[in-house]
């Protein structure tokens, strides 16, 4: 993940994604086989592709701390009706489960979060002073 200010990036992170990850080839969403496409449905474990903003700052989560990303935005809704599913939500940028900070840098062994994108609590932290509510954020593979 990278903070950009200025047209420069002035951070990176590694993370962890969705247990679905993002793919590395994007070919659409396929019958059967939820691997070929980036998040469709609610309870997927996908991480989303495409543009949001941050809405909401958390503070007291089951995170050590947590930013709201917008999904689903109005192209994630239009997918979702026409499939007639739901999209979704609850998508957030955060830090580890409360009492898991222990785990640190380790966590980014295996994607494991349900669609959220995970960093450690000190990186959070450091996130949460640098990104007001209303940045924009990009997602994509």
Do not use: F
Request: glycine content about 14%; proline content about 9%.
């Amino acid at each position: 993940m990278g903070l950009i200010a200025g047209g420069k990036v002035i951070r990176t992170y590694k993370v962890a994604l969705g247990q679905g990850g993002l793919p590395p080839q994007r070919q659409g969403p396929v019958a059967g086989d939820p691997g070929l496409a980036p998040k469709v449905r609610q309870g997927d474990g996908r991480t989303p592709e495409g543009h949001y903003i941050i809405d909401a700052k958390y503070a007291n989560s089951e995170y050590h701390k947590a930013l709201h990303i917008s999904y689903p935005n109005a192209e994630d809704r239009k997918r979702a009706a026409k499939l007639g599913i739901s999209p979704g939500g609850s998508i957030l940028i955060h830090g580890l489960p409360n009492g898991k900070g222990y785990i640190g840098a380790a966590h980014r062994l295996y994607d494991w979060t349900l669609g959220c994108i995970a960093v450690t609590d000190e990186e959070i932290d450091e996130v949460w002073n640098l990104v007001p509510v209303g940045t924009p954020v990009e997602i994509r593979p």
